[in-house]
C-alpha cells in the first residue's frame, strides 16, 4: 500500500473506533483483515506518522531482487508470488526466504507500481480419502510455452499423482501421445514412484471413447496387454468430474499455471529436467492446500504400501510424425495432399 493511502485508512480506523463499534466489525466495514485493525487500533498519530517513516527507511529481505521480480511482473502480470518464489529458488539455489514473505513483497510491488493481477476462484476438492497405495489418478495436458527466438511451441505432457500422498509425477513430449508413450510413462512414473497402486483412475473419454491421432487415445490390445501383465484395475470416470478424479485435475491446473507459465522452451529433454527439479523443489515440497500437509512427507509413508516392481517393461516408443485427418479423408504433407482412405 502507498504511503498516501495508508492515512486514509488509518483515519477511517479511528473515525469508526470512535463510534463505538467493535474491531470485527470495522474490519468488514473497511474490507480490512482483523489484524491489521488491531495493529493500528491503539496507535496515536504521532506513532502512526513514526511507523510510516520506519517503513521507508527498513530495507527487505528481497529488496537486491526487486528489479528482476519488478521484471517478471511487468512482463507477466498474472504471475504469483507461489511462482516468483520458485523462480527465484530456480536461479538462486541459496535463497532461503519464507514463502509469506515473498507474496508480502510481491503484493508491496504491484501496489506501488501499479500492476494488478487476475483474481482467480479457487478450486476445491471434495474427494474421500483413500488407503495408502490404493490408488493413483492420471490425465494429460497441453501447454504452449515460448521458445527464444519468439515462437510459440505446442507441448503436451502426461501427468500422475497418489491420491493419498498428493505425490505427483509428470512427462513432457514435444508430440501428441501414442499409447506407446502413454505406457512407457507408466513405467517412468512407476520407477519415480518406486512401486504401483492397486487401482488407476482414468478418464474414459480420453481412453475409450475417441482416436489415438491427437492425444486421445482408445484402449487398445497393446495398452489392455500391459493392463493385464501390470496387474493393477482401472477405474474409469467421466470427464471433468470432481467426484472421480478431482486431484489430478487439480494437478494439471498447477503444473500449468506454477510450472509451465512463462516458462521459456529450448528442448523437452530439458523441459523434463527441469519439471523433476521442480517437483522436488516446489510440486512435492510445498504444503497442499486441502490436506494441509507436504506432499513428500506423506509419500515417505505411503510408498512402503505400492506393490514393488520387479521387471521393468521395455516398451519401443514409435516417433514417427503425425498429420491431421480432414474432412474429405485426406492429409496435407509438406507442399502436397495425399489421399488417405480411413477405415472405421
Known sequence: MRKKERWPMYFAIQEQKK???????????????????MKYWNMSVDEYKQFLESLETRSKKLDSFETEILSWLRKYPDLSGAQVMDWLQERYKDVKIAESTVRNYVSGLRMEYGIPKEKRMRQYEAVEELPMGKQMQVD??????????GYLVRLWFITFVLSRSRYKY??????????????????????FYGGLPEEIVYDQDHLLLTSENHGDLILTHEFAKYVEER???????RKGDPESKGKIESVVKYIKRNFARHRPFTNVDKLNEQCIAWLHRTGNAKMHQTTKKIPAEVYAIEKVYLRPIHKKIEINVNSSITRTVRKDNTIWYQLLLFCDIVRV
Open 19 to 37: 463510534l463505538g463499534l467493535r474491531k470485527s466489525q470495522v474490519a468488514r466495514n473497511l474490507n480490512l483483515s482483523r489484524n491489521t485493525v
Open 140 to 149: 494429460f495436458g497441453e501447454a504452449k510455452l515460448r521458445h527464444p527466438e
Open 231 to 237: 496387474n493393477f484395475r482401472i477405474h474409469m470416470c
Open 170 to 191: 509428470a512427462k513432457w513430449q514435444d508430440r501428441p501421445f501414442t499409447t506407446a508413450d502413454v505406457v512407457h510413462a507408466h513405467e517412468e512414473a512407476f520407477e
